[in-house]
């Protein structure tokens, strides 16, 4: 059974920043695209970032030049860089790992205060 755990969340004033990290673990034979997702109170689920396995990138329009994702394939981890954050971006943020079918991680909750 393959699990994704986040880690990272809390509490920020704006334009601060925070490091999101998603570490896979359990009987992984790859994972193809890793990415973050995040769903505000009353929102839709939202793409925030996505990588694939090669480093190609892509963002939602609402965090271009201000989030950042990378991975670590040899840990089998996906970070998201948050900078510049704002009170728009509070949220709990999930984690999503394609390994043949999508996972998602449990979620950690981001908080900008004004």
């Known amino acids: 059974q393959v699990q994704l755990v986040e880690s990272g969340g809390g509490l920020v004033q704006a334009g601060g920043s925070l490091r999101l990290s998603c570490a896979a673990s359990?009987?992984?034979?790859?994972?193809?695209?890793m990415g973050w997702y995040r769903q505000a109170p009353g929102k839709q689920r939202e793409m925030v970032a996505g990588?694939?396995?090669?480093?190609?990138?892509n963002y939602g329009d609402s965090v271009k030049g201000r989030f950042t994702i990378s991975r670590d394939n040899a840990k089998n981890t996906v970070y998201l860089q948050m900078n510049s954050l704002s009170p728009e971006d509070t949220a709990v943020y999930y984690c999503?790992?394609?390994?043949?079918?999508?996972?998602w991680g449990q979620g950690t909750q981001v908080t900008v205060s004004s």
């Open positions: 359990g009987s992984i034979f790859s994972i193809n695209a």
């Open positions: 999503i790992a394609d390994i043949g079918y999508d996972i």
């Open positions: 990588i694939t396995s090669g480093g190609s990138t």
